[in-house]
């Protein structure tokens, strides 16, 4: 029986699967990473899990045009854009800036080589709290699951679960 192939059972301790590669800042083992999409306040709206080598910008457009409608309070249209982004410096390519741009959304991205860091660091906290709620779920910080459909779907149900928490209690 060889791992890997369709319709074979695998170990549970072997590693790998779907939507995992080598991660650089890990020696080099496999991981995965989360992309988040998430308001001023960190309330995750959209997740994407990809490999661990893939660059982040890669991930701007998708993420963007699978953000579900968000209806909030009064009349009118549910929002199926943000008014700004926030990004760090992997983010400062052109092929993202003009996406952002033709579908009107401001970016707040910071330059490579001029802008610094620091005044980045007052919205990316946000989104790092909210990674950290993601990755309080055992079952995605250790990635146990193989198949790119279950880790997605785990992932959804992750961000279900703390957009549930954070509901007002009345």
């Not at 989360?34 to 960190?42: F, P, Q, S």
């Not at 279900?160 to 209690?169: D, G």
Request: aromatic fraction near 4%; glycine fraction near 10%.
């Amino acid at each position: 029986m060889v791992a890997g192939q369709p319709g074979l059972r695998q170990r549970p301790g072997e590693k790998g699967g779907e939507l995992t590669g080598p991660n650089p800042t890990d020696r080099g083992k496999a991981g995965s990473k989360y992309h988040l999409l998430v308001d001023a306040h960190g309330l995750p709206l959209n997740v994407l899990v990809s490999a661990a080598n893939r660059h982040d910008s890669l991930f701007v457009e998708p993420i963007l045009d699978s953000m579900p409608a968000i209806k909030r309070g009064g009349r009118g249209h549910p929002r199926r854009r943000p008014v700004k982004l926030h990004g760090d410096r992997g983010y400062d390519i052109p092929r993202v800036r003009r996406y952002l741009r033709r579908r009107g959304i401001t970016a707040r991205i910071a330059r490579i080589g001029r802008d610094s860091s620091a005044r980045l660091g007052r919205h990316r906290w946000v989104v790092e709290r909210t990674l950290g709620w993601l990755l309080s779920y055992k079952r995605l910080a250790l990635r146990y699951d193989r198949t790119a459909v279950t880790i997605t779907a785990l992932a959804r149900l992750a961000i279900t679960l703390i957009c549930a928490r954070r509901l007002p209690t009345n």
